[in-house]
């Protein structure tokens, strides 16, 4: 690496480890892609929160625990230092505590090689320590607003404050859509600082293919309705439960884990169609691919998004999306093909859904709405971005 490399410090609190493979996968990829560029070097700092003990103990925590403090993670180094969280308090005291616990490892870092900027991905509490720590370190910071970290944290009466100074002393931030660009300047940040910043997804990998062998490899035949995303209450999981029960026999495959399993479960009973719900846990990101294949229609009808993912890989591998109107749904949904912006109620997601599994777009057109969305333009605009904040 060159004597003019560009120095960069990546605090994340979304990235995966062992324990958690798919949590923050879209932030390790857009990490991996910008450390591969030529003329940047880049050292990720990953803390993670643990409850104090006993509470460590939890199912929850005790992975967390055995994870080594430092390791190369495909071909980056990651330091995952550990902090205090207090269950209950809402995340108060996240930037007290996560502060504390990683300035002695990033000073150290810092004089060993100095960081010529601060890429914080993700807006709490990674925004507001990363403002601490430019500010003792002299130098700049940048933060990306992807969703709930605006929604959420930026709403939140104990948080909100936090958040909004980091948006304002930041020397320039990255919102993943347009739609998230005019939240962040709702709550009061300089329109002039935020680029929009859209995320990648890989072409190749998530690609057509046939859907009768995709269907095949999950045990499911006739109609398939997917839902990529947490099992929890914003995301509407039960609404699309609600929708499946007046739709004789549609499939629907929920992928992923949250604290709504079980009464998404008993949702499912009590309308007579567990036998038709698959609830498939949390999949390793490679068999996403497939899974999307399998479904006729990819359906998230979220009560806030940035620009998920899971609609622009759902796009990429062919399949149609129905989503309801947040984020960044009308950026990405620009023609007919691609998929429908819904209500979010039970009965107009059942409406969409009877019409959209009557009809058989070509697939090599709904791809085309993700093309523009690869991960070399994302790292090329992150490169380009961080780069200018640094003045090189």
């Avoid at 919102?175 to 709702?186: G, H, I, L, T, Y």
């Avoid at 940035?306 to 947040?326: H, P």
Wanted: charged fraction near 25%; glycine fraction near 8%; proline fraction near 7%.
């Amino acid at each position: 690496m060159g004597a003019m490399a560009l120095r960069i410090l990546t605090l994340s609190t979304l990235f995966p480890d062992m324990s958690r493979p798919n949590f923050g996968v879209f932030v390790e990829r857009q990490t991996r892609e910008l450390a591969g560029r030529e003329g940047v070097d880049v050292t990720v700092v990953a803390p993670i929160g643990v409850a104090p003990w006993p509470l460590s103990r939890h199912p929850h925590y005790a992975p967390l625990l055995s994870l080594p403090d430092r390791e190369r993670w495909r071909d980056l180094t990651v330091y995952r230092p550990r902090f205090t969280v207090i269950p209950k308090l809402g995340g108060k005291f996240h930037t007290f505590s996560m502060t504390r616990a990683i300035w002695p490892l990033v000073k150290r870092l810092h004089e060993d090689a100095p960081f010529d900027v601060i890429d914080a991905s993700f807006f709490y509490p990674d925004g507001p320590v990363a403002r601490i720590l430019a500010r003792r370190l002299r130098i700049p910071y940048s933060v990306k607003a992807r969703g709930a970290d605006i929604h959420y944290w930026g709403r939140k009466p104990s948080t909100r404050k936090m958040v909004l100074q980091a948006g304002l002393s930041a020397a320039g931030l990255l919102a993943v859509s347009e739609a998230m660009k005019r939240s962040m300047v709702a709550l009061g940040m300089d329109e002039r600082k935020i680029r929009v910043h859209y995320t990648g997804v890989d072409l190749e990998r998530f690609a057509p293919q046939d859907r009768t062998d995709a269907k095949a490899q999950f045990g499911v035949t006739g109609p398939v309705v997917l839902c990529v995303g947490a099992l929890i209450d914003r995301k509407g999981q039960d609404l699309l439960i609600r929708a499946i029960a007046d739709l004789p026999g549609v499939t629907l495959l929920l992928a992923g884990q949250g604290p709504e399993r079980s009464a998404l479960e008993r949702l499912a009973a009590s309308l007579g169609v567990h036998d038709r719900v698959g609830l498939l846990g949390a999949l390793p990101h490679e068999k996403l691919p497939v899974l999307y294949n399998a479904a006729d229609v990819m359906a998230l009808p979220s009560g806030s998004e940035g620009l998920a993912n899971a609609w622009v890989e759902a796009l990429a591998c062919g399949t149609r999306i129905a989503i309801t109107d947040v984020g960044g749904a009308r950026e990405l949904l620009t023609f007919p093909a691609a998929g429908r912006i819904i209500e979010r109620t039970p009965e107009a997601i059942t409406t969409a859904l009877r019409q959209m599994l009557t009809e058989t777009p070509d697939r090599n057109a709904i791809k085309q709405a993700a093309m523009r969305f690869t991960w070399p333009a994302n790292a090329e605009a992150l490169h380009k971005h961080l780069a200018a904040i640094a003045g090189k």
